[in-house]
């Protein structure tokens, strides 16, 4: 496990302080006694305390990311709960939400149990999703109250879209009962055929495959629709197109109790990337076009995207070294998660403050976690950052079991320096 | 290192233009050796290429390993196709085996697009595209590129046509951004459903109408035609692909001009051309076939050959 235990007093000193949860920022310090927070304030005074002087960077809330494959059980040579764990603590997240497509997937009150158990002494909290359907297979409901008994914060059949729209309508009227998110991996299947990158100028040069923007959207309406309908809790998953910006944002507008997000790759990169055909570009949904890009950035702006989640999803070197056709989909991205974001985000003048609720407060509400982090009392989840600096992304930076990751040697902005997670301190 | 700009010969998309020429040029010379009595030259004795061929091919292969023969170059030969291929030795591991053998150059042939640039990531060896999935197929580009040079005696200006699914079709692309950089015109015809999206970004035009398409070209490249493609119907039935874009003998009799027509092959008589047109005498299909040999001798001598042949 990565990091170091928390002295029984430690004063963060000397820091920007970003509260997202009450839209508070100032200088001052927090103290942390038996890595609980004890105090907040301009100034504290702790004679007692070791020290830990922030030299003037930002202090705010841990991450939260909605989006993880941890790929335990089943490929423990891609990822454990584990490495997962500390790689999401490298980049500044103290809550993951792990995807149930493990092998076995978790579909049983029993699985979500194991991951419960195994994730509890790590130095993140690991929410299990659990599966929608027995299998992935898309047929028969899973054990849905006896899975959010065990701990399930949410479900989802990810990697596999829902397609039939019947099983959709019937697990987001089964799901008002327990007050939980249905997550759907929104492709239409028929549509994207065997299609490996966006459908578009770059699949017709290439001679890929090509998975139309549509493909999504179509789905994504679909969803919302019967969201409406049932009453029914939505969040939308990795949003990669303009088509289902417009759907999300009209539902919203409409009044919808929708939630959605985006992924840093689907911000920070666009179809021409592909012009290589390097696999880890080979994600599913697949990175679209430079329009379809700056118009998820723009919802992230205006609210119509609620949070960035980095659908971080560990491949071996040998898998990723096939024939693109043959490659798998997708690509690890928690240690470089938020300097990517703020690159393309500060950019675009995205303020800080809100890029950060993107990554804290509006992934826990979307949730139905507690997001008020900085209350006297509360287990310390604490991310400190230097937004300024520029670095380049490097292999050495993963603490991922994986490597399949686009973003090395990248120049990203925007760095974690430290994280404090279940009592323990990492430093970069 | 080679007479040509870049290393490997991966697509005709990133080829110059002078590249295009300078391949054509050979071409035409080593044309020349086919006629003679003994057709061999010994222009690359002591190179050894192995044809690394992981999707079944009959005359892709043949015509490589005889520009080899021709060239005085030993060939080897590597075939393997289906469920192996996923399922065996990874593609690098094979290709690196074969390389730890001390060879200079590896043609392949590869179901996925893009596998060659993976290649040359893998290996020191010159690679030569022989076929990558729907992407390329260079060394078709410039033989149909050679064919219609010998026919009309310019590719500059020239008006072709390129008929049927133009979607999975490595022959059209390879067609496509070699004429284009030789100065010619192309326009696309073919069921709507098997024209990829944004194909006009090319440079190209398309139009649906087979009869004003005809009219306009100097010559139709006719592909070959497959009704389902991985259990996915594209094409309602051969009955009417013909009737709405097949070279047909009534199609041909209809115009004024004389058209060249052209097929990479293998045809499927009846179904996009009649067996009339394509033995007319202006099909120019057996010469693509010939050209396909001398084309393959000047790719191969131009990326391995050591001293410039005097032509």
């Not at chain 1, 939308?236 to 944002?249: D, G, M, N, T």
Request: glycine fraction near 8%; charge should be negative; include cysteine.
């Amino acid at each position: 496990m990565k990091g170091e235990t928390l002295p029984k007093l430690f004063l963060i000193k000397n820091g920007d302080i970003v509260d997202p949860a009450n839209g508070e920022r100032f200088n001052g310090s927090i103290l942390l006694k038996n890595g609980k927070i004890e105090k907040i304030g301009k100034r504290i005074s702790a004679p007692e305390a070791e020290v830990y002087d922030t030299g003037g960077k930002v202090v705010t809330h841990g991450f939260c990311d909605l989006h993880v494959h941890f790929r335990e059980p089943g490929r423990e040579d891609k990822e454990t709960l584990a490495t997962g764990a500390d790689a999401a603590l490298a980049g500044g997240f103290t809550q993951v939400c792990a995807m149930p497509n493990t092998d076995p997937p978790l579909d049983t009150p029993e699985s979500i149990r194991f991951v419960v158990e195994k994730g509890s002494d790590l130095s993140v909290k690991i929410h299990p999703i659990g599966a929608i359907s027995v299998g992935q297979h898309g047929k028969e409901l899973t054990e849905l109250g006896a899975m959010v008994k065990e701990g399930a914060v949410a479900f989802s059949d990810d990697g596999i879209p829902v397609m039939e729209s019947g099983l959709m309508r019937r697990v987001l009227e089964y799901t008002t009962l327990l007050r939980v998110p249905v997550i759907n991996h929104a492709e239409d299947l028929t549509l994207k055929l065997d299609g490996q990158m966006h459908e578009g100028s770059w699949s017709t040069r290439l001679g890929l495959g090509g998975i139309p923007d549509v493909s999504e959207s179509i789905m994504v309406n679909r969803d919302l629709e019967l969201t409406a309908m049932t009453g029914g809790r939505l969040h939308v998953p990795h949003v990669s197109s303009a088509k289902s910006v417009e759907w999300i944002r009209a539902a919203k507008e409409g009044g919808l109790d929708v939630t959605a997000e985006v992924t840093p790759h689907h911000l920070f990169f666009n179809d021409g990337n592909l012009h290589s055909y390097d696999t880890n570009f080979k994600v599913a949904p697949p990175i679209r076009t430079e329009e379809d890009r700056v118009a998820l950035r723009e919802a992230l702006k205006d609210g119509t995207i609620d949070c960035i989640a980095t659908d971080h999803a560990p491949h071996t070197i040998e898998e990723k070294e096939a024939p693109f056709d043959w490659a798998p989909c997708g690509m690890i991205g928690l240690e470089s998660a938020f300097g990517a974001a703020w690159k393309v985000l500060s950019e675009a003048e995205m303020e800080l403050e809100q890029v950060i609720a993107a990554l804290t407060v509006n992934p826990r509400l979307a949730m139905g976690f507690d997001e008020n982090l900085f209350s006297n009392g509360r287990e310390a989840e604490i991310t400190i950052i230097d937004p300024d600096e520029e670095w380049v992304f490097a292999a050495q930076h993963l603490c991922s079991k994986s490597r399949n990751t686009p973003f090395i040697d990248h120049s990203l902005k925007g760095r974690v320096k430290a994280t404090i997670s279940s009592g323990r301190l990492f430093e970069q | 290192m080679g007479f040509l700009s870049k290393k490997h010969l991966l697509g005709l998309a990133e080829t110059p233009r002078k590249d295009i020429e300078l391949i054509l040029q050979h071409a035409s010379s080593f044309k020349e050796v086919l006629d003679r009595p003994i057709k061999k030259v010994p222009t690359l004795q002591g190179k050894t290429v192995v044809n690394l061929f992981f999707e079944d091919s009959t005359r892709t292969r043949i015509s490589f390993e005889l520009a080899q023969k021709r060239l005085s170059a030993d060939s080897v030969n590597f075939s393997t196709s289906g469920s192996s291929l996923k399922k065996g030795e990874s593609f690098k591991d094979t290709a690196r085996n074969i390389e730890a053998m001390k060879i200079d150059c590896i043609v392949m042939r590869h179901p996925a697009p893009g596998a060659h640039i993976h290649l040359t990531h893998y290996v020191d060896s010159v690679v030569v595209n022989a076929g990558d999935g729907t992407h390329e197929h260079p060394t078709q580009g410039l033989l149909d590129m050679m064919s219609l040079m010998e026919a009309k005696g310019k590719l500059d200006g020239l008006k072709v046509a390129i008929v049927g699914d133009i979607t999975h079709s490595r022959v059209a692309r390879s067609n496509i951004h070699g004429l284009l950089s030789m100065g010619a015109e192309v326009t696309l015809c073919g069921p709507p459903n098997l024209m990829p999206v944004n194909v006009q970004e090319l440079g190209i035009s398309v139009n649906y109408d087979i009869d004003e398409v005809l009219v306009w070209a100097d010559a139709v490249n006719v592909l070959r035609i497959q009704r389902e493609r991985q259990g996915v119907s594209y094409i309602p039935s051969v009955r009417e692909y013909r009737d709405l874009f097949g070279i047909t003998r009534e199609r041909i009799e209809r115009l004024k001009e004389p058209i060249t027509i052209m097929h990479p092959g293998p045809i499927n008589r009846g179904v996009e051309i009649d067996s009339d047109v394509a033995d007319s005498e202006n099909a120019i299909i057996l010469d693509q076939v010939l050209n396909g040999v001398a084309v393959r001798m000047a790719v191969l001598y131009l990326l391995l050959g050591d001293q410039p042949e005097a032509s």
